[in-house]
Nanobody, 112 residues
Framework: QVQLVESGGGLVQAGGPLRLSCTAS????????MAWYRQAPGNQREFVAS???????NYVDSVKGRFTISRDNAKSTVYLQMNSLKPEDTAVYYC??????WGQGTQVTVSS
C-alpha cells in the first residue's frame, strides 16, 4: 500500500517562499514518477509540476521560474520549492505518485 505524506504548508505573505515535502512509502521510490497538483476552492484539481525517474521536470506555465520540483531518492521524498508566491497560488497542494496515488494534501495560503 502506497502512502504519501505531505508537509510544509502554511500561511505566507505574497512574495515569500515556502517548501513542501512529500515522503513516500510502500513502493520503490526511485522507480516512480512524482508530481504535485493543487486545488483551489471552487476549482478543479490542476497539475503543478512533475519529476520523472531520470529527474526530468515539467511545470504548468503559471509557476515556471518560481517553483522548483526536486527529489531525494535516498529519503523517498519529493519537494516543491515555491518562491515569489502570489495570492492565486493559494490552494490545497497534493502529492502524486505515478499519476495514481495521492497524498492527503497540505494547505498553502498566500496573503496579499
Amino acid at each position: 500500500q502506497v502512502q504519501l505524506v505531505e508537509s510544509g504548508g502554511g500561511l505566507v505573505q505574497a512574495g515569500g517562499p515556502l517548501r513542501l515535502s512529500c515522503t513516500a512509502s510502500g513502493s520503490p521510490f526511485q522507480l516512480r514518477a512524482m508530481a504535485w497538483y493543487r486545488q483551489a476552492p471552487g476549482n478543479q484539481r490542476e497539475f503543478v509540476a512533475s519529476i520523472n525517474t531520470v529527474f526530468r521536470t515539467n511545470y504548468v506555465d503559471s509557476v515556471k521560474g518560481r517553483f522548483t520540483i526536486s527529489r531525494d531518492n535516498a529519503k523517498s521524498t519529493v519537494y516543491l520549492q515555491m518562491n515569489s508566491l502570489k495570492p492565486e497560488d493559494t490552494a490545497v497542494y497534493y502529492c502524486n505518485q505515478d499519476y495514481h496515488w495521492w497524498g492527503q494534501g497540505t494547505q498553502v495560503t498566500v496573503s496579499s
